[in-house]
Nanobody, 112 residues
Framework: QVQLVESGGGLVQAGGSLRLSCTAS????????MGWYRQAPGKQREPVAV???????NYADSVKGRFTISRDNAKNTVYLQMNSLKPEDTAVYYC??????WGQGTQVTVSS
């Protein structure tokens, strides 16, 4: 079973930055897509960003221009650089891959 392990969450003030990492237990070179979802209290899990094997990316409208997703195949790791964070970005962030694997989640809390 593939393991996706997230790290990098925490508490940050509004306007600050965090970088999330997701490291897979297998090579991600051949995985078609990897990405991040988030779930805020009382809300449904929603997609945040995805990166394809080709390197192309897609973002939720709410994070465009502030978040950047990238992948390092040599390190089997996907990153989510989050800048200009807002209180509404507060959520548990989950790593995902197109095989259907999920990470355990990492909490991001943005204080106003």
């Amino acid at each position: 079973q593939v393991q996706l392990v997230e790290s990098g969450g925490g508490l940050v003030q509004a306007g600050g930055s965090l970088r999330l990492s997701c490291t897979a237990s297998i090579s991600i070179f051949s995985i078609n897509a990897m990405g991040w979802y988030r779930q805020a209290p009382g809300k449904q899990r929603e997609p945040v960003a995805v990166i394809f094997k080709s390197g192309s990316t897609n973002y939720a409208d709410s994070v465009k221009g502030r978040f950047t997703i990238s992948r390092d195949n040599a390190k089997n790791t996907v990153y989510l650089q989050m800048n200009s964070l807002k209180p509404e970005d507060t959520a548990v962030y989950y790593c995902w891959d197109s095989r259907g694997d999920w990470g355990q989640g990492t909490q991001v809390t943005v204080s106003s």
